[in-house]
């Protein structure tokens, strides 16, 4: 148990649906951040948000829309999704950007595949 | 910029045999330096980290990794592998500002009976 809990575990969704990926901490963090891991490619940061405000968009398209209603929770929308957006999905927390104590705690991720 | 680079995607060893997982990263300031490790269908777990201080740093599960500035290196070694430690290792950088992780490609270790 890393305090990161991400739901679902895996989630299979055609190209034309919408689904939310949802992260959810108790660890008293108020970082919060969105990971893609792809096959045979380093992990992507995403999204990053501290005290509950946006502070990086990795170039990330519009398909995939985060929000983060309170610094322990973190959803990820997704619609219109395409094949090459299937990927390992991951959550993680920190204790805030810039605060010092930079380690983060993942979740287990979200397994998606579109089809 | 900062980066991280991960020298052979793949390390196989017998069990009870030394492990070397290589890493160089690249940085314009006093780097942070993390080892996680990342078991089949799992998230990444942090085995340890460097911040400041000591430069030999010791983690879980018997890890080590040594800080070297003059080489950009922070290799990970354990003395004695065992099958439980087959698993994917990421070495990852930060400037210790933003807390954002920049990762390299990863490295699967086999490890044989």
């Known amino acids: 148990e890393t305090g990161v809990t991400q739901t679902p575990r895996h989630l299979v969704m055609g190209m034309t649906n919408k689904k939310s990926l949802k992260c959810e901490q108790h660890?008293?963090?108020?970082?919060m951040y969105w990971y893609k891991q792809s096959a045979k490619k380093p992990l992507e940061l995403m999204f990053v948000?501290?005290?509950?405000?946006?502070?990086e968009n990795n170039s990330v398209p519009s398909r995939f829309s985060p929000e983060c209603p309170n610094s322990s929770h973190l959803f990820l929308h997704l619609h219109t999704l395409q094949p090459e957006d299937s990927a390992l999905y991951l959550c993680a927390s920190s204790q805030a950007l810039a605060a010092g104590n930079t380690e983060a705690f993942f979740g287990q991720g979200t397994r998606l595949t579109v089809v | 910029a900062q980066s991280v680079t991960q020298l052979g995607s793949h390390v196989s060893v017998s069990e009870g045999a030394l492990v070397l997982l290589r890493c160089n990263y690249s940085s314009s300031v006093p780097p942070y330096l993390f080892w996680y490790v990342q078991y089949p269908n799992q998230g990444l777990q942090l085995l340890l980290k460097?911040?400041?201080?000591?430069?030999l740093v010791k983690g879980i599960n018997g890890f080590e990794a040594e800080f070297k500035k003059s080489e950009t290196s922070f290799h990970l070694t354990k003395p004695s592998a065992h099958m439980s430690d087959a698993a994917e290792y990421f070495c990852a950088v930060s400037d210790g500002n933003t807390d954002k992780l920049i990762f390299g490609t990863g490295t699967r270790l086999q490890v044989f009976p």
């Open positions: 460097y911040t400041t201080g000591a430069t």
């Open positions: 660890l008293g963090h108020n970082a």
């Open positions: 948000y501290n005290f509950k405000e946006q502070t």
